[in-house]
């Protein structure tokens, strides 16, 4: 049988989702939970890979088991489990084909920027006290939807065949005592959310314009984008499936 594991967790001590030879990941302790409870080896996979320090609000992950068990006890097991630091929100079955990555239709991240001192948001945004011109940050923004080739804002070397996304939605807000960029798409390239946001943050202290913003996409170089914003501030915050899928069918 296949189950479907709702989660989110706090990044700041793992070293991301995906299992790391030497060092600590989301994927490696929750595989470690699982085994210990129903007591045969599990491997999760992810619906995305986030970088160490990249937090995830809405996080979902398959696995396989030849076992039939009560969901909600074993999520509540596993809970009380792993670290405190990752929550585990449900567990349900799925059929045998439905697939965490492959079958996700969207994922939304959002990036949030603090612009004075916040203890409780030390682990949770970037801490900038220069000031942003947001209006112009949205204007470049909004190119996102315009184009589909983010080559610019992929990470080097990375092993992917395409850097064709769809983006549907690339905008900030004011939200309390924060700014928060919000962006979806189908899917993400490694680094392209920290890329943009960085290059972003040029366009909103002036360095660069937001014609310089389009031109740099139209380059197609990474190393003429702006730097990669800080992981402390970026969240998946959503990841969607046809609700078929989740139903079972």
Not at 86 to 108: D, N, P, Y
Request: proline fraction near 2%.
């Amino acid at each position: 049988m296949r189950y479907f594991i709702s989660l989110a967790y706090k990044g700041t001590n793992f070293h991301g989702w995906q299992l790391q030879p030497n060092a600590v990941s989301v994927q490696e302790k929750i595989n470690d939970g699982l085994s210990m409870l129903l007591k045969e080896p599990v491997m999760v996979l992810g619906a995305g890979r986030t970088d160490t320090g990249v937090h995830a609000k809405e996080m979902y992950a398959h696995f396989d088991s030849d076992k039939e068990f009560d969901c909600e006890k074993i999520a509540y097991r596993l809970n009380s489990y792993i670290d405190d630091a990752i929550l585990i929100k449900s567990i349900f079955s799925v059929s045998e084909t439905t697939h965490a990555r492959f079958h996700a239709i969207a994922r939304t991240y959002e990036y949030w920027i603090c612009q004075e001192k916040n203890p409780f948001l030390k682990e949770g945004a970037w801490l900038m006290y220069s000031n942003l011109d947001f209006d112009l940050m949205n204007a470049a923004a909004a190119y996102l939807l315009e184009i589909e080739d983010f080559t610019s804002f992929a990470k080097i070397h990375s092993d992917v065949k395409t850097h064709i996304c769809d983006v549907r939605k690339a905008t900030w807000e004011r939200r309390d005592d924060k700014w928060v960029f919000t962006i979806e798409a189908d899917r993400f390239l490694r680094n392209m959310v920290r890329a943009i946001v960085g290059t972003l943050v040029d366009v909103g202290k002036g360095k660069i314009s937001v014609q310089e913003f389009k031109d740099v996409i139209t380059k197609k170089d990474r190393g003429s984008a702006g730097g990669s914003a800080p992981a402390q501030g970026l969240y998946l915050v959503k990841v969607e499936y046809p609700q078929e899928l989740l139903n079972g069918n």
